[in-house]
């Protein structure tokens, strides 16, 4: 056991060292937030402080664990989340009213959810990173760091020993944290816009929490019945960007000296509404190519994922083995 514990310890330093390399590198070759100040290192370095902690706090769980497959698989989702970034971001940049459509948002969450929290983080953190180098946005730490924790955070399913019983917990856990948003939006509309400080309405992206809120409802009594899989990742991806989005809110009060009302109600809200409302729609057909690719592979390669998303009966630490 030490020494399996001590090989997922040297695998998570080398992906947060990765990362951080690439980061520089990127940095190097664009532009973004100044890296030489205080609160962006300060920022970078508390969160790789907290992803340590997380792992030490849980490092006997199997969800540690990477095979020579799961480095191929970052690499692709990684790549996929690159890409899909580059057409809806760069070149396509369709949306609805005010929702952009963004479907790379479910890319991190479903791998974190089916290969756990190292496939997840990597894919995200990295996948945003080079999505941003793609087309040109520049390298911003925080957004890049927020989107590994919304492919880690499902990836944590790997520590619950039932998941059909956690996500009556879990629903309610994102109700409440979805509705707390909504209602400081509700209470405090009107908030300096982060990039232009241009004071505007944000009462729509209130309401677009309340229909987030409203489907994560409707998982917990429908879909827990007809697919807990597509259930729990609604669940653990709203939770996940929840996490993610509110880190990149709550490091841009220092980073980039925004006020508290700007923070929360000027970027947290429309970011997470925007990513929840988009989960929602992409999710069923990203998690219906997931299990074609996986029925096409799995007689090829003798082995699936670490998850049959299709089998809810089958308890985290069984699917572990892959």
């Known amino acids: ?34 890296f ?12 790789l402080a907290g992803l340590v902690g997380v792992y030490r706090a849980t490092a006997r769980s199997r969800g ?14 990684a790549a996929l989340y690159a890409g899909l970034a580059y057409v809806f971001d760069a070149r396509l940049a369709l949306s609805v009213g005010q929702v ?23 894919t995200g953190a990295v996948g945003a990173l080079l999505g941003d180098v ?24 790997t520590f619950l020993a039932e998941e059909r019983h956690n996500l009556a917990y879990l629903s309610t856990l994102v109700i409440l944290l979805v509705g707390i948003a909504a209602i400081i939006v509700f209470v405090h509309p009107l908030a300096p816009e982060p990039w232009t400080d241009e004071v505007k309405d944000f009462s729509f992206w209130g309401w677009a929490l309340i229909i987030g809120g409203a489907v994560m409802v409707a998982n917990r009594f429908l879909l827990e019945q007809v697919s ?12 996940g960007i929840v996490v993610g989005v509110g880190f990149v809110s709550v490091a841009h009060i220092w980073i980039n000296e925004y006020t508290l009302i700007t923070s929360l109600v000027g970027e947290f809200a429309p970011a997470a ?18 299990n074609a690719i996986r029925e096409r592979v799995r007689p090829r390669i003798g082995g699936g994922a670490r998850r049959e998303l299709r089998d809810p009966s089958t308890a985290p630490s069984e699917r572990s083995e892959g």
């Open 134 to 157: 793609f087309t040109a946005f520049g390298v911003f730490p925080a957004w890049t760091i927020g989107s590994g924790l919304s492919g880690l955070i499902p990836g944590l399913t």
């Open 228 to 239: 807990v899989a597509l259930a729990a990742v609604n669940l653990w991806g709203t939770l």
């Open 100 to 122: 952009a459509i963004r479907p790379m948002v479910c890319i991190p969450i479903l791998f974190g959810y089916a290969f756990g929290p190292v496939v997840g983080f990597f």
């Open 36 to 47: 030489p100040g205080v609160a962006t290192v300060a920022v970078i370095a508390v969160a």
């Open 64 to 77: 540690w664990r990477i095979r020579p497959r799961h480095v191929v698989i970052m690499a692709v989702g």
């Open 273 to 290: 509404a925007t990513d929840i409302l988009n989960l929602m729609i992409f999710t069923p057909l990203v998690l219906a190519s997931y």
């Open 1 to 34: 056991m030490r020494r399996l514990i001590k090989n997922r310890t040297i695998t998570w330093l080398a992906t947060l060292l990765i990362f951080v390399v690439l980061l520089a590198l990127a940095h190097w070759l664009t532009e973004g937030e100044t």
